[in-house]
């Protein structure tokens, strides 16, 4: 799948997400390596959602995984918690603050 693919399928979660839940602000920057590389930006801030197709040195929340690890938790072949916890996705950052922001979207 190529990187344009992986945006748009984050895009179209992201904008369709129910953020009411959340009740702090956050940035983070998804970077996808392997043969289809790109960096995603996304950050709600002050009850604003924004998305972009670009790598922010000043996010709170790195998260780095393969373009095979992408695939694999879009085609629900893994699940998220098991990535990071088998190593094939690695965060870095407020990883707190990461956990809290998920665990509120999933409720």
């Known amino acids: 799948m190529k990187f344009e693919e992986c945006y748009a399928i984050i895009k179209d979660k992201y904008e369709k997400l129910d953020m009411s839940k959340v009740d702090k602000d956050f940035s983070a920057v998804l970077s996808i390596t392997g043969a289809n590389a790109g960096h995603v930006f996304v950050s709600y801030i002050g009850g604003k959602k924004v998305i ?13 995984m393969s373009d095979v690890t992408f695939d ?36």
């Open 52 to 64: 972009e197709p670009v790598k922010h040195d000043k996010a709170s929340i790195f998260v780095t």
């Open 72 to 107: 694999d938790l879009i085609q629900k072949r893994v699940e998220p918690f098991k990535a990071f916890t088998s190593g094939r996705v690695k965060a870095k950052g407020n990883i707190f603050l990461a956990m809290s922001v998920y665990k509120k979207l999933k409720k």
